[in-house]
């Protein structure tokens, strides 16, 4: 199975960190983002992985290269300099990630987590296009995004963990462009036609500065 890590976004809730360096290159612990990323997926004996690149996309080649060094393959999707978001981005790239069985992983480069990515390599989608994790809302989602596929009746919704299994034929009717996934993941929930799993472990959106610190605080603390 492929994976691909979205790390082309602009970051702007950033700055200034993000001036002159890729937002999944910001650091937790001396370790860029990405690399949490990398290891993770090699462990779970993912080494075929795509990153798409945009604002500052050089910094992360210079970085990671072919990936190699971490014992896994990696290829980039170059898109234009203001990036194609979510969807757009993996459209880009779905050359790129497709594979025997049509499914491939996309992980948000902007969080740290330790969810155990090896559960998603096992999943069967049956009926079903894409497969989502959601989390329990932090204090920046309070409404949180979804609901759970399984629980139809409970107007609970949770936050969107950036971190899903998809076949290629969520994206295949779909032309490169400008284009979030959020909304295509609601429809296509509403419709049936996405999973959706609970995890309860460690989960942080690095979303500003204040977050970045306090992740690093905490760490410092263990």
């Not at 990323?37 to 080494?47: D, M, P, Q, S």
Request: net charge negative; proline share 5%.
């Amino acid at each position: 199975m492929k994976a691909m890590i979205l790390a082309a976004g602009r970051g702007k809730r950033m700055m200034p960190l993000t001036a002159d360096l890729p937002k999944p290159m910001l650091t937790v612990a001396g370790h860029p983002l990405l690399e949490y990323h990398i290891e993770r997926l090699k462990n779970a004996g993912i080494t075929d992985i795509v990153i798409n690149l945009a604002w500052q996309g050089d910094k992360i080649v210079q970085y990671f290269g072919d990936g190699s060094a971490w014992g896994v393959h990696i290829r980039y999707s170059y898109e234009p300099q203001e990036g194609l978001e979510t969807a757009g981005g993996i459209i880009n790239a779905l050359e790129l990630l497709t594979d025997k069985d049509g499914k491939f992983i996309v992980i948000n480069g902007d969080i740290f987590t330790d969810y155990d990515v090896s559960a998603l390599t096992q999943l069967v989608l049956e009926q079903q296009e894409a497969h989502i994790v959601l989390v329990e809302n932090p204090v920046h989602n309070p409404d949180g995004d979804f609901r759970l596929a399984h629980q139809p009746m409970n107007d609970q919704c949770y936050t969107f963990a950036g971190i899903g299994l998809y076949h290629i034929s969520f994206f295949s009717d779909l032309h490169c462009g400008f284009i979030p996934l959020g909304p295509m993941l609601r429809e296509a929930l509403e419709q049936g036609r996405v999973s959706t799993e609970l995890y309860l472990g460690q989960w942080h959106d690095i979303g500003t500065p204040e977050r970045l610190s306090e992740i690093n605080s905490m760490w410092e603390q263990k």
